[in-house]
Structure formats: structure tokens, C-alpha cells
T-cell receptor, first 118, second 113 residues
Framework: DGGITQSPKYLFRKEGQNVTLSCEQN?????MYWYRQDPGQGLRLIYY???????QKGDIAEGYSVSREKKESFPLTVTSAQKNPTAFYLCASSDPLTARGHRDTEAFFGQGTRLTVV | RKEVEQDPGPFNVPEGATVAFNCTYS??????FFWYRQDCRKEPKLLMSVYSSGNEDGRFTAQLNRASQYISLLIRDSKLSDSATYLC??????????????FGKGTKLSVKP
């Protein structure tokens, strides 16, 4: 079955430590996204990538880094520069309307990673 | 002005009630429109796509008014299991500077017995 997988489901980070959250999709989607969600709040965009080897900062990119070396993978690193990283992190993918004439698809989400600083 | 705005909620309704959610978007170039449902501590999941001709799926009806840049979701005969946060989502043209997906902040619905 096609889908998008995030791992791990729960992650604990020590102060000053970098951690990497995994996101893999086998939907052949061009676009991938990382969001952060705090309790009772909406989704905030961290980074997005519309094509392999290219990515752009979202609204809250400080303290985070990403790479997009393969179409199916978009890992997110939470660096020690992120002072308040405890949150629920969601990865999504979609197939935007392109010059090829493909229709927009809805976004598919992974199950999320709950990161806690200890 | 935010790209996508939704009723702030929360909406607290009794079982069997009809509830309507509204959403406005600011970018006239927006291409596709969706309603998502997010349960507590879970990922958002697609509820339904929204078309200019309207879209109905059982108790759920979605409407799009491009001229007014307005999207709605109507839930009839609400059930306890409808309790969740409902997110309005629009897509922007490929290659834009803001990414393709724009989410509203969501409206929380609580259906009470």
C-alpha cells in the first residue's frame, strides 16, 4: 500500500542534542512538508520541498534543517539551536499541479512524531 | 490578512444538530480546496474535497464559492464521533513562494450527548 511513514513515533531529546526525524513516502509525490503543532494550536510550516534537491524555509525554520536527496525521503533535523522543540511534528506529501498538467492531490500525512526534551 | 481563515470555535453542539463551518481564503490563485479532520493527538486526514458544484458525502456537504473566496462544510445529524478539529486547506500554484499547501488553524467541534 502507498503511504507516508514517519519514525519514530516518540522521541526524547536531551538538552543540546541534535535529533533527526524520518519521513518516507512511496506515493511518488513531488512535494513534501514538515509542520510543527503545539497543544491546542494549528499547523505551522517549518520547511517544504517541491522537488528533489530543493527546499525552502517555512514560517518557523530557525533551529531546524532538512535535506531532500531522494524524492521519497525528507528528513528533519531538530538542532540544539531550537530552544523549545517539544511538539508534535507532522510530515506531509502532495502532488501539486505542475506544468505537466497533473491535478492537485490532497496532502497525505504521516502519523507524526512526538518530540519531548528531557 | 491570513491566507486561510476559519471560524475560531469551539463549537459545542448536541447530538443530532446541524453545524456549519466557514472558511475564507485570500489568494485568488488558489487552485484546490479540501476539508480535513484531525482527532486529538493524531494526524489530519482528508474528509472531503470541495468543488464549485458542491460535494456531498452522506451527512457532510461541502461548498465552494470562488467569487467570494469562501468554503463551507455542513454536518447534518451530528454524531458523538464527529467531535474533532476541522481544517480548511487550499492549494496554491506550483512553484509559489509559500509552499503549495495552506492550512487554516482549524475549528474544534464537540458533540455532546
Amino acid at each position: 500500500d502507498g503511504g507516508i511513514t514517519q519514525s519514530p513515533k516518540y522521541l526524547f531529546r536531551k538538552e543540546g542534542q541534535n535529533v533527526t526525524l524520518s519521513c518516507e513516502q512511496n506515493l511518488n509525490h513531488d512535494a513534501m512538508y514538515w509542520y510543527r503543532q503545539d497543544p491546542g494550536q494549528g499547523l505551522r510550516l517549518i520547511y517544504y520541498s517541491q522537488i528533489v534537491n530543493d527546499f525552502q524555509k517555512g514560517d518557523i525554520a530557525e533551529g531546524y534543517s532538512v535535506s531532500r536527496e531522494k524524492k521519497e525521503s525528507f528528513p528533519l533535523t531538530v538542532t540544539s539551536a531550537q530552544k523549545n522543540p517539544t511538539a508534535f511534528y507532522l510530515c506531509a506529501s502532495s502532488d501539486p499541479l505542475t506544468a505537466r498538467g497533473h491535478r492537485d492531490t490532497e496532502a497525505f500525512f504521516g502519523q507524526g512524531t512526538r518530540l519531548t526534551v528531557v | 490578512r491570513k491566507e486561510v481563515e476559519q471560524d475560531p470555535g469551539p463549537f459545542n453542539v448536541p447530538e443530532g444538530a446541524t453545524v456549519a463551518f466557514n472558511c475564507t481564503y485570500s489568494n485568488s490563485a488558489s487552485q484546490s480546496f479540501f476539508w480535513y479532520r484531525q482527532d486529538c493527538r493524531k494526524e489530519p486526514k482528508l474528509l472531503m474535497s470541495v468543488y464549485s458544484s458542491g460535494n456531498e458525502d452522506g451527512r457532510f456537504t461541502a461548498q465552494l464559492n470562488r467569487a467570494s473566496q469562501y468554503i463551507s462544510l455542513l454536518i447534518r445529524d451530528s454524531k458523538l464521533s464527529d467531535s474533532a478539529t476541522y481544517l480548511c486547506v487550499v492549494t496554491l500554484p506550483y512553484g509559489g513562494s509559500q509552499g503549495n499547501l495552506i492550512f487554516g488553524k482549524g475549528t474544534k467541534l464537540s458533540v455532546k450527548p
